[in-house]
């Protein structure tokens, strides 16, 4: 049974920094390429990063700069570092990992940023 658990998530005030974590159980983690996605309320989910099995790190735009995705094959976790947070970067936050046909997600985070 594939799992996907994040944690991390929280309330923090504009320019705050998080760090997600993402931890995969049930999937050989090493093949996968693992991505964060955001869904803010009466918003399409979005991506917002992702890290190849190899290692190769894509950002989105509003995010580029400010979050660093990296991931520790030894640990099954993948993880998204949040600094210069912004009140728009206010969402549910998911993690996914997929390879070729499959694609997994977690339960979702909480990420709030509000003074």
């Known amino acids: 049974q594939v799992q996907l658990v994040e944690s991390g998530g929280g309330l923090v005030q504009p320019g705050e920094s998080l760090r997600l974590s993402c931890r995969a159980s049930?999937?050989?983690?090493?093949?996968?390429?693992m991505a964060w996605y955001r869904q803010a309320p009466g918003k399409q989910r979005e991506l917002v990063a992702h890290?190849?099995?190899?290692?190769?790190?894509n950002y989105a735009s509003s995010v580029e700069g400010r979050f660093t995705v990296s991931r520790d094959n030894a640990k099954n976790t993948a993880y998204l570092q949040m600094n210069s947070l912004k009140p728009e970067d206010t969402a549910v936050y998911y993690c996914?990992?997929?390879?070729?046909?499959?694609?997994?997600w977690g339960q979702g985070t909480q990420v709030t940023v509000s003074s």
């Open positions: 890290i190849s099995s190899g290692g190769r790190e």
């Open positions: 996914n990992a997929a390879m070729r046909r499959a694609s997994h």
């Open positions: 049930g999937i050989i983690f090493s093949e996968y390429t």
